[in-house]
């Protein structure tokens, strides 16, 4: 079964505040998304990295992707992103090829996550399982509130769910291919769209399973995730 990755790359990065998109953001010397690429192409079961760049710059990512050593038995490619991520996976999808079976979905901002977790989420799908998450049991403890009607107001609280069954997601998620396109095509979202895929095929009706995910598999979101980036990469080199 041959697997590819769809990385979506395409935000801007607004909760890291004012500079360039995201993914082009350095992490020690060398863009996020080249890392983000170079943690799918890590895999031998990855054939195909499809990079979701930002809609005015595809030129510079191909670029990128030029300049940097990535492993040459994998095949790249590059399409323009849309205005949310949900939209941007779509895009993706569209752009791969007949032949691939399954596609790991991968954000670019979860730059430094470890093969073995890559691995593992593959093998699951290899086994049989249509939609696969890595995942972490939840470290704080999560409430459910009833948004403020106004900016800096106390949110009175909903719900404590149970944390002992709650799971923090990562990526890179898994799929049956024929059942992740499928979940673009026919489950609506309003808003800013799924900010996760295996969501779309839970609404689908269809099983999703967890396996273990890892602490590096981290999103950097904030300023704060990019200090612990760094922080990662100096420790693996030393
Ligand atoms: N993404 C995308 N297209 C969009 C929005 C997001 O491809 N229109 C990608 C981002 O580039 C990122 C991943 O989806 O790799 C996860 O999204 P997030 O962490 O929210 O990144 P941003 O949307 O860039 O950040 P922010 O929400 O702070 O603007
Ligand atoms: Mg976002």
């Excluded at 399409?79 to 670019?108: C, K």
């Excluded at 049956?176 to 900010?195: I, K, M, P, S």
């Amino acid at each position: 079964l041959r697997t590819a990755a769809v990385i979506p790359a395409a935000g801007r990065g607004v909760r890291l505040g004012p500079g360039a998109p995201k993914a082009l953001r350095a992490l020690n010397g060398t863009p996020m998304l080249v890392h983000a690429v170079r943690a799918m192409a890590a895999s031998r079961a990855v054939s195909l990295v499809v990079v979701v760049a930002p809609a005015d710059g595809v030129g510079e990512v191909k670029r990128l992707l030029d300049e940097h050593a990535l492993p040459t038995r994998t095949d790249y490619l590059v399409v323009p992103g849309g205005d949310t991520r949900q939209e941007s996976v779509r895009l993706g999808l569209d752009a791969l090829p007949e032949g691939i079976d399954i596609v790991l979905v991968h954000d670019a901002a979860r730059p430094l996550v470890p093969v073995d977790t890559v691995d593992t989420v593959v093998e699951a799908v290899r086994d049989g399982a249509v939609a696969v998450v890595p995942a972490l049991p939840a470290a704080d403890t999560v409430k459910e509130v009833e948004p403020a009607a106004r900016p800096g107001e106390p949110e009175p609280v909903v719900a404590t769910p149970d944390r002992s069954r709650l799971r923090a997601v990562q990526t890179p998620q898994g799929f049956d291919r024929e059942t992740l396109v499928n979940a673009h095509a026919t489950v609506a979202f309003g808003g800013d769209g799924a900010t996760d895929d295996a969501g779309m095929v839970e609404r689908l009706g269809a099983p999703v399973v967890v396996v273990p995910g890892h602490e590096e598999a981290f999103k950097v979101t904030r300023p704060l995730d990019l200090v612990l980036a760094e922080a990662v990469l100096a420790r693996r080199r030393a």
